[in-house]
């Protein structure tokens, strides 16, 4: 549909569902999933970039610090925004505060900045890393499935939620420090036993050490995946020391 006929829908639409932006939290303007002086406060992740987990890096350097000192079981993967103060509200907001409808859109904006790494991998599934059932239904809802939908959406390649699960509900792995996230994880993920196939897409909020993407890769490599790539909301900095 095009011209008044499309203003008209999405017109009545926001009137019945009045959005709001995963930014300032207010109504946005009309037409828009976030205000276009939010679109621009958001942190994207630009310039170099290490060329395993896509952290930022400095000149010259292909992997980052954290990559030259870990061996990952992912092929490759990106995330799209520093985990800054904005961010970490808008996370806080969506993951803990009920707002969930800042999923699609954050999925959306995900979209937009990954279609050529997409194209590039070939993903033959998209897979969203799986809460706890406890806390799922705590939340209501997996943050990293509501994020990974436009982009399964988006790129037509399907998704799925049901393969890999979560056996134990890990501490936090916020305030813990690098070998204590691993551990942490040690047995946290598990996969249902059908045919897997060869390349797999994760898809996260926030990518801090690799852990989690770690865990989920090992357990999908031994049923038989060849490739695991991710892409997550953020990026987080330095680990508490
Ligand atoms: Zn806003
Ligand atoms: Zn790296």
Request: with cysteine.
């Amino acid at each position: 549909m095009r011209g008044w006929g499309r203003c008209l829908i999405s017109g009545m639409t926001d009137l019945l569902y009045p959005r709001r932006c995963p930014v300032c939290h207010g109504l946005t303007p009309r037409g828009r999933m976030i205000c276009p002086e939010c679109l621009g406060r958001l942190p994207v992740i630009e310039g170099r970039r290490c060329a395993k987990c896509g952290k930022p890096a400095a000149a010259r350097q292909v992997l980052c610090d954290d990559c030259v000192s870990t061996r990952h079981l992912f092929a490759q993967g990106a995330g799209v925004f520093l985990y800054d103060d904005v961010m970490r509200e808008t996370v806080s907001c969506f993951k803990y505060r009920g707002r969930r409808e800042y999923g699609p859109v954050l999925g959306s904006l995900m979209l937009q900045s990954t279609r050529g790494l997409i194209a590039a991998w070939k993903p033959d599934i998209i897979m969203p890393v799986p809460l706890h059932p406890k806390r799922l239904a705590g939340r209501g809802f997996n943050q990293a499935e509501l994020l990974a939908e436009p982009l399964a959406r988006g790129c037509g390649i399907p998704l799925e939620s049901g393969i890999l699960f979560r056996r134990t509900d890990t501490a936090a792995q916020k305030t813990l420090g690098r070998q204590e996230r691993r551990r942490n994880l040690e047995g946290a993920f598990a996969c249902r036993d059908v045919p897997l196939p060869e390349r797999i897409l994760l898809v996260d909020d926030i990518y801090t050490t690799g852990s989690t993407v770690d865990a989920c890769a090992a357990v999908l490599l031994a049923k038989g995946a060849s490739r695991i790539f991710f892409l997550t909301l953020c990026t987080g900095g330095a680990l508490p020391s």
